[in-house]
């Protein structure tokens, strides 16, 4: 029985799907102006094992994690490049895209951009005028907080409590300096027409209005970086509560931060590593899922060295496996206590770095002398549990290499000791034995 914490209750709960088949997951993606670091990565890392989880446990999954491409950063950045906010806003999401795949992640079933949703955008935020929730001002559209009895629940903060945590904007406009933007009126870069003025949506009304759209619902999962807590999140599920009188989801799911040398990592501050200049990234991959996913992460260079050397020791192991498993005649076996344990540990919580010392554990076995169908049950274990992480390096065992290691046996035995050593230090090199 699977059990998550959710941020909104602050416990650990059974998690109850909507449908019992199917699992709706949405999750906030980038604002695509420049290239994202290992920090952004981590949400990507992180929810996409938790969708390979659900599909694993027989679940449907419909994941989807937007693009913000209309935004105040995009607009000053493509201006700084003399170059429009479309070709910046093309180039980063296909930055994007290729970092994603480049840490081991699939790509969401659905990535939809704000652009495409504006329309949709000025509808929703006139309903909200409507009712009562919203105020247009000559600076824009702002959201009343005060008309949300339980805002703060996301956050856990209350509404009187609010001020150090608020930007303050345009604050001698708005009736009350914790209402937030819906709607913000400037002809500067892309902007929209609308009933209140020429201007863009506010970027908590993006993400609720896509959530609407596509979902017309609550939904299971709502995650992203604990970063987004609030305002992001808060203000997501206030405008929903606003129009719709549902919650947005009944999980909210967030990962921890990622530091640099006990430093955040931040684009302003210009400490960022970025995820293309990665040059081993499913051991980034690895190191991030070893981490309790809500706990901080310190990263540095000796901490990946670390992994690396650990999936090294995983891809070697494999490779030595494989060419044991070539002359077995057993295959296809599980060993199921070790699946259980795997299934113990994913249910609590996600807790992979109990899965990762798990997937140690069965490396020390599979270096161990083993008869064949413990061997082949080992092996297969070790790749269903990589599968859903999302770390199996895929090897294939070809042919040359099967030559190659039948020739070092055949020498050995005929204890031509000189052609051994060449034909084992040529696998040596390649890692197989």
């Known amino acids: 029985m699977l059990k998550i914490y959710n941020t909104e209750s602050r416990k650990i709960e059974v998690f109850k799907p909507i449908n019992d088949k199917m699992v709706t997951i949405y999750v906030c993606g980038p604002t695509v102006y420049s290239n994202i670091h290992i920090g952004n990565a981590r949400p990507v890392i992180f929810f996409d094992m938790v969708k390979n989880y659900l599909l694993y446990k027989g679940y449907q999954v419909n994941y989807v994690s937007n693009i913000t491409d209309v935004d105040d950063k995009i607009i000053e950045e493509a201006k700084r490049l003399n170059i429009s906010e479309s070709e910046l806003t093309t180039e980063f999401t296909n930055a994007f895209i290729d970092a994603s795949l480049k840490v081991g992640s ?53 509404l009187d409590e609010l001020e150090a945590s608020v930007r303050i904007e345009n604050k001698s406009d708005k009736e009350d300096f914790r209402d937030f933007t819906l709607w913000k009126n400037t002809t500067e870069g892309l902007s929209f027409e609308s009933p209140w003025g020429v201007g863009r949506p506010g970027w908590h009304t993006e993400c609720a209005v896509m ?150 554990d069965i490396i020390k076995d599979l270096n161990k002398p083993n008869n064949d169908k413990e061997t082949n049950m080992l092996y297969n274990t070790l790749i269903n549990i990589l599968n859903v992480l999302g770390i199996n390096p895929n090897i294939t065992l070809s042919n040359d290499i099967i030559e190659l290691h039948s020739k070092w046996n055949e020498a050995r035995s005929n204890k031509d000791y000189a052609l051994a050593d060449l034909y084992r230090n040529e696998l040596t090199e390649k890692g197989w034995i």
């Open 211 to 360: 959530n609407h759209e596509i979902f017309d619902g609550t939904i299971d999962i709502h995650g992203g970086g604990s970063d987004l807590i609030f305002p992001h999140h808060e203000n997501e599920n206030a405008q929903t509560l606003a129009h719709s009188n549902y919650n947005l989801a009944n999980y909210w799911m967030h990962v921890g931060r990622l530091d640099l040398d006990n430093t955040k990592m931040s684009k302003s501050l210009g400490n960022t590593v970025l995820v293309k200049d990665l040059l081993d990234p499913i051991s980034f991959r690895l190191l991030i899922l070893a981490h309790n996913y809500r706990n901080p992460i310190n990263y540095s260079n000796e901490l990946l060295e670390e992994f690396s050397n650990m999936y090294d020791r995983i891809v070697r192991t494999i490779k030595r496996t494989l060419i044991r498993i070539n002359m077995s005649d057993e295959t296809d076996l599980i060993n199921d206590e070790l699946m259980d344990m795997f299934n113990k540990h994913m249910d609590d919580d996600f807790n992979t770095p109990n899965v990762v010392t798990l997937i140690l």
């Open 106 to 158: 699939k790509l969401p079933d659905f990535m939809p951009k704000a652009t495409n949703y504006i329309v949709e955008m000025i509808k929703y935020i006139s309903e909200l005028i409507s009712s009562g929730y919203a105020y247009a001002t000559k600076s824009g559209v702002y959201f009343r907080t005060k008309k949300i009895d339980n805002y703060g629940s996301i956050s856990n903060q209350k």
